[in-house]
C-alpha cells in the first residue's frame, strides 16, 4: 500500500507562484511513476506532470510546460509541483498519484485546491 498526503494548496493572484508538495508513505517501488492531476469543475481529470520515482525522468503537458515543474526529494519521501506564472484556467483540486506510468492511477491522494484569481 502508498499513501499519498498533499499540501500547498490556496488562492493566488495571476501571474503569481505556488508550491505543491505530495508526501509519499508505504511501500515505494523504484519502478513507481508519481503523477500530479487537477479536476476542473465540468472538466475531466488530467495530469499535469510526472516523474520517474527511480530515475528522475519527467513528463509534462503541454498546457504547463515551461511553467510547471516537478521535482522529488527521495530523503523525505515527496514529490513537488512548482508552478509559475498561475493563470485562472490552472483552478482546479490538485491530486498526486503513484503507479507504473506517466498517468499513474494506482494510488491517488485526497487533493488540494488551488484557485487563481483573475
Known sequence: ?????????????AGGSLRLS????????????????RQAPGKEREVVAAIR??????????????RFTISRDAAK???YLQMNS??????AVYS????????PNTYRGQG???TVSS
Open 1 to 13: 500500500q502508498v499513501q499519498l498526503v498533499e499540501s500547498g494548496g490556496g488562492l493566488v493572484q
Open 22 to 37: 505530495c508526501v509519499v508513505s508505504g511501500r515505494i517501488l523504484s519502478s513507481y511513476y508519481i503523477g500530479w492531476f
Open 53 to 66: 520515482w527511480s530515475v528522475g525522468n519527467t513528463y509534462y503537458a503541454d498546457s504547463v510546460k515551461g
Open 77 to 79: 519521501n515527496t514529490v
Open 86 to 91: 498561475l493563470k485562472p484556467e490552472d483552478t
Open 96 to 103: 498526486c498519484a503513484a503507479g507504473y506510468s506517466y498517468t
Open 112 to 114: 488540494t485546491q488551488v
